[in-house]
């Protein structure tokens, strides 16, 4: 047998593995402490490092290059609606569930424990994010549920154990259970009150929903809550897969969406031929009973995004310490070294972001604040996301947009978390609805940024726009620019209070003023090397 020929060695392109991504992610550290969330750190470090593991990689590009199939018939004919996933989809479901990413508020409801599970969320999503979705509904179920006490009493306990059980099986049977959402219609899209699903009630007291669904999140979970028309108007509803019977409830799956990105986590349009669900909250109070699942899940968005704007920096950092070009590591050329460390800024800004929304959800008292600023963030983080993975994967050159390489799926998926639970044009104007009938949201948004602003000139300038826009009143022309601003005055009110000076400096340099610029590129060049020093991933 005749060896293959050693041609030549490439020795500045190690992978980034075997890095813990929660010790080396300083800025996560430090904004899990100050949330109150110190106590998630053991916890947060040992799944760091199995994440980081060259295995958790290869299991993340086998989750996306095997993607979920429908079954909609066995061999004999019989109707089963099921969905086959590739075992590394249900390694990362596994550890998701293990550290409590899916439930840690309600499993332990102790202070900072929103914020402790952003820390591990983050983590997750930064992998391996299509696993995030339905870990993420399963979260955002439970207080909805909670609209339905005897419901909540019967399901909770399962939805917050820590033990996967996949498998279509009668739900009291199992260790645990997940939960979906099926809310959009092909005819209302964001409208949900355009639906046209109908629930009519039956003798022991459930309803018969009989309609179809658009988007189906994550098909193969034991339960949905949806949304369809009783007679009452609106309503929310419970839908679980099997029956208590054993039998399989009347969902049919028609076929799996063939998505842009998230490829490991299956997207179903599904019809239901009187499927048996029960009632969650008042007939016509849909929307309402439906809000809190909808705005946790909407902080999994930021926190989603932020995770992979920390991936997207990390591997571009790493590359170009490793990588030369024309006599210098690339890190070292002041170009990339200002793209670097501009990514960098974002992310960071980011973090803080997704870290003091989810410390609001932990606070009673911090309400009126959540109620505004998880639009504003749910805005501007995610808008930001794709042009930040577009900027990381061009620092890679070529082999940014090799499929291998994970910034390709990270590209395809940061446009996901802008559109899910509502693209920009909804959100904003969700920001002038809260504006118009929460006028104590707007006044917990402005004294959050206020104490910054009077450390900062740049940061104080902007507030003053943004308080004179507010006096004059908004249009819904307006709206994309209020919110923009809005999120750029809590990010850096964020770093300023919180982050490096250097950082903080940078950010509000390059991002506040009339004149901004918002592409990637133009922190202060003196600073550069010092940020992308605190965020490479070298621990």
């Not at 992978?15 to 430090?30: M, T």
């Not at 990689?57 to 429908?70: D, I, K, Q, S, T």
């Not at 109707?79 to 840690?104: C, I, K, N, Q």
């Not at 063939?258 to 239901?272: C, F, Q, T």
Request: glycine share 8%.
């Amino acid at each position: 047998m005749t060896a293959a020929a050693d041609t030549h060695a490439v020795l500045n392109q190690p992978p980034l593995v075997d890095r813990n991504l929660f010790d080396a992610n300083a800025p996560l550290r430090e904004a899990a402490e100050r949330s109150g969330a110190g106590w998630i750190g053991d916890r947060a470090r040992r799944l760091g490092g199995v994440l980081a593991t060259a295995e958790s990689a290869r299991a993340a590009e086998e989750a996306h290059r095997y993607p979920p199939v429908l079954r909609t018939h066995d061999r004999y004919g019989n109707r089963v609606d099921e969905v086959d996933f590739h075992p590394s989809w249900h390694r990362f479901m596994g550890l998701a569930v293990e550290y409590g990413a899916h439930a840690t508020p309600w499993a332990e409801p102790r202070p900072g424990a929103h914020a402790a599970r952003a820390v591990l969320m983050s983590m997750l999503a930064q992998i391996e994010p299509g696993h995030c979705c339905p870990i993420s509904m399963t979260y955002a179920a439970v207080p909805a549920l909670r609209k339905a006490p005897e419901l909540a009493a019967e399901w909770e306990p399962r939805i917050t154990a820590a033990e996967y059980d996949p498998g279509l099986r009668p739900p009291q049977t199992k260790a645990g259970v997940l939960v979906g959402m099926a809310m959009t219609e092909k005819q209302g899209g964001s409208d949900v009150r355009a639906n046209t699903t109908a629930a009519t009630p039956t003798a022991d007291g459930m309803y018969a929903l009989r309609g179809h669904k658009w988007f189906c999140s994550a098909p193969m979970n034991d339960a949905f809550l949806v949304l369809a028309q009783a007679p009452g108007g609106l309503t929310c509803f419970l839908l679980p897969r099997v029956l208590p019977d054993g039998t399989r409830n009347a969902i049919r799956l028609q076929r799996l969406k063939d998505k842009l990105g998230n490829r490991s986590n299956a997207s179903a349009e599904i019809e239901l031929h009187d499927a048996l669900a029960h009632r969650v909250g008042d007939e016509g109070r849909g929307v309402a009973t439906i809000i809190e699942m909808v705005n946790h899940t909407r902080l999994d968005c930021v926190i989603a995004t932020a995770g992979g704007m920390r991936q997207s920096s990390a591997e571009a950092a790493w590359h170009a310490a490793h990588r030369s070009a024309f006599g210098a590591r690339l890190v070292d050329q002041p170009l990339m070294t200002q793209v670097l460390a501009d990514l960098c800024v974002e992310s960071e800004a980011a973090s803080a972001t997704m870290m003091r929304l989810a410390a609001a959800y932990d606070t009673p008292a911090d309400a009126p604040f959540r109620r505004l600023a998880t639009a504003v963030a749910k805005y501007w983080v995610c808008k930001r996301g794709p042009a930040h993975a577009a900027e990381a994967l061009e620092c890679l050159g070529g082999n940014g947009y090799i499929e291998e390489a994970p910034l390709a799926r990270r590209y395809r998926e940061q446009p996901l978390l802008s559109i899910w639970e509502g693209s920009g044009n909804v959100i904003c104007l969700d920001v002038l609805r809260a504006l118009a009938t929460a006028p104590e949201a707007a006044e917990a948004f402005l004294a959050e940024i206020a104490p910054a602003a009077a450390a900062d000139a740049r940061l104080a300038a902007h507030l003053g726009r943004i308080e004179r826009t507010l006096a004059a009143g908004v249009e819904p022309a307006g709206a994309r620019r209020l919110t923009e601003d809005l999120g750029l005055a809590l990010q850096a009110s964020l770093l300023v209070r919180h982050a490096p000076a250097d950082v903080a400096d940078a950010f509000c340099a390059s991002r506040l003023g009339p004149d901004r610029g918002l592409g990637f590129g133009a922190v202060p060049t003196p600073a550069a090397a010092a940020i992308v020093a605190r965020h490479l991933p070298d621990v």
